[in-house]
């Protein structure tokens, strides 16, 4: 159900009020449903990333990100935590991560263990919300989101910016020999913002 809401932009606010001033979290409570009563709290300033990386809907939130409905880049601490499953090990996610091919270096000193490990510890202190497994192939898709521009990650970028690299990219291919060295370019363009 939620897959179908979020694919189709049918996000109602989570704290929208009944006719006698109730909201779901209200109603949750008052039938003593109080993980649900959480989750309704926690999800009113939500929005369709939040929604998407919660419920593990990675080709929603793809789909979000390439038309650039969505960023997960403006909450991105947040959208880790909801992300990573507390329950298990951080060792066997960033394992997993590898296993699909994400650059995990060992020690702390990575970029991608130190964005993980710190979501894993906030997210570890609620570990009365009701989780997900992890999604690897989600945690990849973020992770991605956070890279600068690259051929790998161009189909992340906004709209805005995947225009701006095809411009870039068809002047220096009109320019023939006197254009750029494509890895000098590719270099430049990883100097565009994300969105």
């Known amino acids: 159900m939620i897959r179908f809401l979020v694919g189709h932009q049918v996000l109602a606010p989570v704290n929208e009020t009944t006719g006698d001033g109730r909201t779901p979290a209200d109603l949750a409570d008052r039938n003593g449903h109080m993980k649900l009563r959480n989750w309704f709290q926690r999800a009113a ?5 939040h929604l998407c990386v919660d419920n593990r809907l990675t080709d929603i939130l793809r789909s979000k ?3 650039g409905e969505a960023k997960v880049t403006d909450d991105a601490a ?9 329950t298990a090990s951080i060792d066997d996610q960033l394992a997993k991560l590898r296993e699909i091919g ?20 906030r997210a570890s202190l609620q570990l009365e919300l009701p989780r997900l497994p992890a999604d690897a192939q989600l945690l990849k898709l973020m992770l991605q989101t956070l890279l600068p521009w690259s051929p790998e990650t161009h189909f992340l970028s906004s709209p805005a910016v995947r225009e701006t690299v095809r411009v870039v990219l068809t002047a220096n291919v009109a320019l023939g020999p006197r254009g750029l060295p494509k890895d000098l370019l590719f270099h430049i363009l990883t100097f565009l913002p994300r969105h």
């Open 102 to 121: 994400v650059g995990v270096a060992d020690g702390e000193g990575s970029f991608v263990t130190r964005v993980l490990t710190e979501a894993y510890t």
């Open 45 to 49: 300033s939500w929005n369709v990333a």
């Open 78 to 86: 947040e959208l880790f935590e909801l992300a990573i499953n507390p």
């Open 65 to 67: 990100v390439e038309a």
